[in-house]
């Protein structure tokens, strides 16, 4: 299969919209990551995303929609949700509710649990195939599985070409880790994935999959990775982190925004380098550290 690339304009939205209607997935680019986007009503085009990334079958996937009234329409939401929509819709911030027995979505999304994740994404491409699709779509980060999440096109390419027919190149993504997951449904709010933004809630869930990024082994490089290394070993590359030079640095100022964006940027570089290894400067634990660490410390399960 050909994999096209065209720029983020009307014509490739319609283009885009299209295929996805045909039930092909598409690469697409949103606040977070890229995503690969099919329709979530059709069983088919979702079982194509988990072709095309070699997926579990048991890890559920996001459901992008363009508005609130839309998300109400696929999950029963509960006050504490509909407050955390209300605040931060749209934007990077995945919520877990109830599913809906009418949502009319296909049961490979949620991988056969009651439960589905919903976000309202604010980037502009991604809210214009939703609407020019006028349909709920499924949309995981746009990479081979378990590999590291990409954040421009190339990535994409690189992991998915010749497996999707389609990317929409809207340039960088601009938050650059995938969004916040938080589970309401019912009882405490819990925090089942860190992301870009900080919720309050209780961490973590129980010993069910309820959300992607869940794995043990996520986001990898193909090579050992070491984390909170004050140094590199002859055989590493050093992705540094504020006073950690490196060979490339997450944020020379210690910018945890900034050291976000260019996370999965960097393990890139890393990947493709030279060395045998990869290493990452200690990076601070609060606020969006923790999702930075929650990403590296998944990527260096790959390997003992």
Request: overall charge negative; proline content about 8%.
């Amino acid at each position: 299969m050909e994999t096209r690339v065209l720029p983020f304009t009307s014509e490739s939205i319609a283009e885009a919209a299209r295929l996805i209607l045909d039930g092909q997935p598409v690469a697409i680019a949103t606040e977070t990551v890229y995503g690969l986007a099919a329709d979530a009503t059709n069983a088919e085009a979702v079982a194509r995303i988990y072709k095309a990334k070699g997926r579990p079958s048991f890890n559920p996937l996001i459901v992008h929609v363009p508005d609130f009234a839309a998300a109400e329409r696929i999950g029963d939401f509960n006050s504490a949700a509909r407050a955390l929509a209300e605040e931060h819709w749209p934007g990077p911030l995945t919520l877990v509710v109830p599913l809906r027995a009418d949502s009319g979505l296909a049961a490979i999304v949620t991988a056969g649990l009651a439960t589905v994740g919903v976000r309202v994404p604010a980037h502009p491409a991604m809210q214009a195939l939703i609407r020019a699709t006028g349909r709920p779509l499924a949309a995981p980060s746009a990479n081979a599985s378990g590999s590291i999440s990409p954040t421009r096109v190339d990535h994409v390419v690189k992991s998915l070409g010749g497996r999707i027919p389609l990317v929409v190149d809207a340039g960088a993504t601009e938050r650059g880790l995938e969004s916040t997951i938080v589970a309401a449904t019912g009882g405490p709010l819990r925090l089942l994935r860190p992301g870009p933004i900080q919720i309050d809630a209780q961490i973590g869930g129980g010993e069910e999959i309820e959300a992607p990024g869940q794995l043990p082994t996520h986001y990898a490089p193909s090579k050992r990775l070491r984390l909170d290394a004050p140094a590199a070993d002859a055989d590493e590359y050093l992705i540094g982190f504020g006073d950690v030079a490196g060979d490339s640095s997450l944020s020379s100022s210690g910018d945890l925004v900034e050291a976000a964006a260019r996370l999965f940027d960097l393990l890139y570089a890393a990947d493709e380098s030279a060395r045998s290894k990869i290493a990452v400067a200690p990076v601070p634990g609060e606020g969006l550290g923790r999702a930075i660490n929650d990403r590296l410390r998944r990527a260096a399960a790959r390997r003992p």
